[in-house]
């Protein structure tokens, strides 16, 4: 290119020169695909939650199988995912100008990188809003748990145990009854027993079936009656935590599976997709029936 110079001298730009100062990522363009595979995640993973298509709750959808929710979920998660960064790793490899591009094979590999960096930063962003949400979501957490203290501050003391509705059942009489001390006392052995597997003596139990009969008027066989009759609800209720517990932890070692497979498939899908964007760039490939001028 040839640049203004005084008369009779020619100056000719240095193509070496231009090419080093020249980047050859098109930041533009891939930001432009970085939007694009966002949004369309974002939508289509909303209207999978709307539908029940989510990993927090299999049971959303009465009558249906959460086996096969959770089937659904996944498959719809890799869909969403694959597909949302292939359509922005081929606007990428459709948008990004060629610079000193020797031959096709470098053409395509430079498209593909492109298409890769739309993946890496969607991730990068999409991680950031998760966590975003999981700070919003401690935080509302812990805005009810110092509503929790304060309200529990105020009241009476002595603060409200797990057990204390089972402990109640224990008392309960057609009469009313003064049994502070022995609902307190029977607080702490169920307290001491949840502290191993939850069950309880011989002795303790049979002290507790005692006590309830003073202070219930029932009969010493009704009132060990009553005492099994708690102690096999808080054995219920344990296992059922335990078990929550259970689906809770294997729901989110699946979703971390189905997370880092989606996003390796994902990272191939925008690979793909950017040199094929890239081939229909050189190609001049016109979508004419789908994005023609109304």
Do not use: C
């Amino acid at each position: 290119m040839a640049l203004d110079a005084p008369a009779g001298i020619t100056v000719v730009e240095n193509a070496e020169a231009t090419r080093d100062q020249s980047s050859y990522v098109d930041w533009p363009a891939i930001i432009a695909g970085i939007l694009l595979a966002s949004a369309i995640s974002i939508v289509l993973i909303s209207f999978g939650s709307a539908v029940g298509l989510n990993f927090l709750d299999f049971n959303a959808r009465e009558g249906a199988s959460p086996i096969f929710i959770g089937i659904a979920a996944a498959t719809w998660f890799l869909w969403v995912q694959v597909s949302s960064f292939m359509a922005g790793g081929y606007l990428t490899g459709r948008l990004r100008r060629r610079y000193f591009d020797a031959t096709e094979a470098e053409s395509d590999l430079r498209d593909g990188a492109h298409g890769l960096l739309v993946w890496a930063g969607a991730a990068v962003l999409g991680a950031v809003i998760a966590i975003g949400g999981i700070g919003a979501a401690g935080s509302a957490l812990g805005s009810a748990a110092s509503t929790v203290t304060e309200a529990a501050s105020n009241a009476a003391e002595g603060s409200v145990d797990p057990n204390a509705y089972f402990v109640d059942t224990l008392f309960r009489s057609d009469q009313p009854v003064e049994a502070n001390v022995a609902r307190d006392e029977a607080g702490r052995i169920f307290a001491q027993a949840a502290l191993g597997d939850g069950t309880l003596t011989d002795d303790d139990r049979t002290y507790l079936a005692n006590i309830v009969a003073a202070n219930t008027g029932l009969t010493p066989e009704e009132a060990t009656t009553r005492v099994d009759q708690v102690i096999a609800s808080i054995e219920a209720a344990r296992q059922e935590a335990l078990e929550a517990a259970r689906i809770a932890r294997n729901t989110g070692i699946i979703a971390a599976f189905l997370l880092a497979a989606s996003l390796l498939v994902s990272a191939i899908g925008a690979y793909w997709a950017a040199q094929k964007g890239g081939n229909h760039r050189d190609e001049g490939t016109l979508f004419v029936e789908v994005f023609r001028r109304f």
